[in-house]
């Protein structure tokens, strides 16, 4: 019985002497790399199983385009439409070219000239954290699907 109890105490002493943000490490943060991959992943799906079907799973924040501390959106590169935003449905269908950063920046018209330009890169602009107001810096990886005219978004905030 005291060899438990010691274990338990013992247990519970270093559970307590982890900071409060250490805990948020346990679950971790979105890397450059997980960003990039998610977004060629989600491009190939769209290639495989059509693009309707592709955007039902980029539109559900409880699916595999959701992870961590980000996700994937999708623009169409034609019109700036948002094709699939998994935490804002809301925007799905509105014109991208006009969302502005706290700053004015137009970050998805960047999104689209990378695009267009290179095919895929990275844009930094300022945005709230889900769930907070203030607007924090943020860099996107943009990733353009061949032959598709849409756009793969995931984001990392720095």
Same mark, same amino acid.
């Not at 539109?59 to 623009?75: A, E, H, Q, R, T």
């Given at each position: 019985?005291?060899?438990?109890? +010691?274990?338990?105490?013992?247990? +519970?002493?270093? +559970?307590?002497?982890?900071?409060?943000? %250490? +805990?948020?490490?346990?679950?971790?943060?979105?890397? *450059?790399?997980?960003?990039?991959?998610?977004?060629?992943?989600?491009?190939?799906?769209?290639?495989?199983?059509? *693009?309707?079907?592709?955007?039902?799973?980029? !539109?559900?924040?409880?699916?595999?385009?959701?992870?961590? %501390?980000?996700?994937?959106?999708?623009?169409?590169?034609?019109?700036?439409?948002?094709?699939?935003?998994?935490?804002?449905?809301?925007?799905?269908?509105?014109?991208?070219?006009?969302?502005?950063?706290? !700053?004015?920046?137009?970050?998805?018209?960047?999104?689209?000239?990378?695009?267009?330009?290179?095919?895929?890169?990275?844009?930094?602009?300022?945005?709230?954290?889900?769930?907070?107001?203030?607007?924090?810096?943020?860099?996107?990886?943009?990733?353009?699907?061949?032959?598709? !005219?849409?756009?793969?978004?995931?984001?990392?905030?720095?």
């Amino acid at each position: 019985m005291k060899k438990i109890s +010691l274990v338990l105490s013992a247990t +519970l002493a270093i +559970l307590f002497a982890i900071p409060a943000a %250490d +805990l948020g490490a346990v679950e971790g943060k979105a890397t *450059r790399e997980e960003c990039m991959a998610k977004c060629k992943e989600a491009a190939g799906m769209l290639k495989q199983i059509g *693009r309707e079907t592709a955007l039902k799973k980029l !539109n559900d924040k409880n699916g595999p385009f959701v992870w961590k %501390d980000s996700y994937v959106l999708c623009i169409d590169i034609g019109t700036g439409a948002v094709l699939a935003h998994p935490m804002l449905p809301n925007v799905v269908g509105k014109m991208s070219q006009k969302f502005k950063d706290a !700053n004015g920046k137009l970050f998805a018209v960047e999104y689209i000239l990378v695009a267009k330009s290179k095919g895929e890169g990275w844009i930094s602009y300022v945005w709230p954290k889900p769930g907070e107001k203030k607007p924090s810096p943020k860099i996107s990886y943009v990733y353009e699907v061949p032959g598709e !005219n849409v756009i793969m978004v995931a984001g990392i905030y720095e």
